[in-house]
C-alpha cells in the first residue's frame, strides 16, 4: 500500500536545527545522522561487511589519488551551503526503505513521477517562451504556434509586469515590452488570449510575486469565455524564494510572500485546474530529477503537484 502524507519516514527525515543529529522515536536516523554515522564508522548492523570494507578500499585509492593531484577546490557544497558526500553507497542509504521511501510511479511521495505511465503514455507539453510587444502581438505569436503544433503556451512577461509597474510607470521607461508582453490591466489578458480557448489550452506563466494578479486576471478571461474554472489547466511558476538569491524580482519580504503563495494552493485545489507553482529549473536554482531519474514539478518547499 502506498505510504500516507501523514506517515512517518526515515529516509525522508528533517533534521531540527537545536538537534542536529537527534534520534526520533517515530521515523528513525535521520539522513545527516545516517552520513556522519559511516564517517565516524561507527556500528551499523544493517551495513554488509563487504560494503564497509569497499568504502574502505575506495577512501585508500581516493587518497592515493588526491595525493598524486589535489582537488580541484577545497570544499564541495550545494546551493545552501550543505556539504556533498563524496560517495553514496548502501552505508549512507542505512534504513532506506524502497516501499516507504521511494515509491511507485505515480504514488505518493512521487519520487518517480505523478503519473502511472510518464512519458511512456503520453509526451510532456510542447511549449515555446513567448511573450513581446503588446498582447495583441503576443496574441499573434501565440496562435501561430498553436497552428504549426505547439500543444501548450508559455508565456513571458515583461520586466514592469513582473514587478508590478504599469507600463506608462516611470520605473518602466525603456523596459516596455522588452523582454516580454506588456499586461497591465484585465483588458490586455482578455487581448493576450483573445481566440484561443482556455479549456482546450494549458498556459504556462513565468511570474512570481504578480503570481496572484496574473491568476485573478486568467480565470477572468476564462470564465468570460464560458469556461469553467475546473477546467482551465496550467501553471504559475510561483517560485519567490529563487527571486531572493537570484533574479531578485521580489516585491514583498519572504514571509508575506510565501503566504500568498499557499493561499493560491489552497484556492486552486479547492476548485481551479492550474498547478499554482512549479520549480524553476535556471537562473541559480538548480532543478534535479527524482531518486529514480524521474523528474518531479515542484512547488517550492513542498516538493508535490497539487490536484
Not at 534535479?288 to 490536484?307: C, D, E, F, N
Amino acid at each position: 500500500m502506498p505510504r500516507s502524507p501523514g506517515s512517518p519516514s526515515r529516509f525522508a527525515t528533517v533534521r531540527k536545527a537545536e538537534e542536529p543529529f537527534a534520534e526520533r522515536a517515530d521515523s528513525g536516523y535521520p539522513v545527516g545522522r545516517r552520513l556522519e554515522m559511516a564517517q565516524r564508522r561507527e556500528e551499523d548492523p544493517t551495513i554488509p561487511e563487504e560494503t564497509r570494507k569497499g568504502r574502505e578500499r575506495w577512501e585508500k585509492a581516493a587518497a592515493e589519488s588526491f595525493r598524486k593531484k589535489p582537488a580541484r577546490k577545497s570544499d564541495f557544497t550545494t546551493v545552501s551551503g550543505a556539504k556533498v558526500n563524496p560517495l553514496a553507497a548502501a552505508d549512507t542509504l542505512a534504513g532506506f526503505d524502497p516501499e516507504r521511501d521511494l515509491g511507485w510511479p505515480g504514488e505518493y511521495p512521487f519520487t518517480r513521477g505523478v503519473q502511472p505511465t510518464m512519458y511512456r503514455g503520453k509526451l510532456w507539453t510542447m511549449r515555446q517562451f513567448a511573450g513581446y510587444g503588446t498582447a495583441k502581438q503576443t496574441n499573434q505569436r501565440f496562435r501561430y504556434l498553436l497552428d504549426h503544433g505547439q500543444t501548450g503556451l508559455s508565456t513571458a512577461f515583461h520586466l514592469p509586469t513582473l514587478y508590478g509597474y504599469d507600463s506608462d510607470h516611470e520605473m518602466a521607461r525603456g523596459e516596455v515590452g522588452k523582454c516580454g508582453v506588456a499586461v497591465d490591466s484585465l483588458r490586455d489578458m482578455e487581448v493576450l488570449f483573445g481566440g484561443i480557448d482556455l479549456g482546450r489550452v494549458t498556459t504556462s506563466m513565468t511570474i512570481n510575486s504578480t503570481a496572484p494578479i496574473a491568476l485573478a486576471m486568467y480565470l477572468a478571461v476564462a470564465e468570460k469565455q464560458g469556461t469553467p474554472w475546473t477546467n482551465v489547466g496550467g501553471t504559475l511558476q510561483n517560485d519567490i524564494l529563487k527571486e531572493y538569491i537570484a533574479q531578485k524580482e521580489y516585491i514583498f519580504p519572504p514571509r508575506p510572500s510565501m503566504r500568498l503563495i499557499t493561499d493560491q494552493f489552497a484556492f486552486c485545489a479547492a476548485g481551479a485546474g492550474l498547478h499554482p507553482a512549479r520549480r524553476r529549473g535556471v537562473r541559480g536554482v538548480r532543478h534535479r530529477s527524482g531518486p529514480a531519474g524521474g523528474r518531479v514539478r515542484a512547488a517550492p518547499l513542498l516538493l508535490l503537484q497539487l490536484p
